[in-house]
């Protein structure tokens, strides 16, 4: 069964970094798409960042320039590298993972996957 765990979220001041992991289990391919999504209180879930399965990675607008998305296949990690943080980037920061069509590349839609972690909050002032 898959698992996705999250974690490195916290508090941080405008224009800080913070490093965010997501350690999957029983997801056996590396080449399966995988995505980074945040949601607000009040706004609906955003896609922020994926990869391709050709190991390729993607931003959303907002974040492209100063997130960088990375997966240590040995670990089985995927990374959200988050760097000039600023305080509308506050928010509940998931994983996702298993695709519900053959190809989930280039798609941050939530709907889009199956699979997902509990969440670590990230609030930037």
């Known amino acids: 069964d898959v698992q996705l765990v999250e974690s490195g979220g916290g508090s941080v001041q405008a224009g800080g970094s913070l490093r965010l992991s997501c350690a999957h289990s029983?997801?056996?391919?590396?080449?399966?798409?995988m995505g980074w999504f945040r949601q607000a209180p009040g706004k609906a879930r955003e896609g922020i960042a994926g990869?391709?399965?050709?190991?390729?990675?993607y931003y959303a607008d907002s974040v492209k320039g100063r997130f960088a998305l990375s997966r240590d296949n040995l670990k089985n990690t995927l990374y959200l590298q988050m760097n000039s943080l600023k305080p509308e980037d506050t928010g509940m920061y998931y994983c996702?993972?298993?695709?519900?069509?053959?190809?989930?590349?280039?798609?941050?839609?939530?709907?889009?996957?199956?699979?997902w972690g509990q969440g670590t909050q990230v609030t930037v002032s």
């Open positions: 996702a993972a298993i695709c519900r069509s053959g190809s989930c590349d280039d798609d941050l839609r939530a709907g889009s996957y199956r699979a």
């Open positions: 029983g997801y056996p391919s590396s080449r399966h798409c």
């Open positions: 990869i391709r399965r050709n190991g390729d990675a």
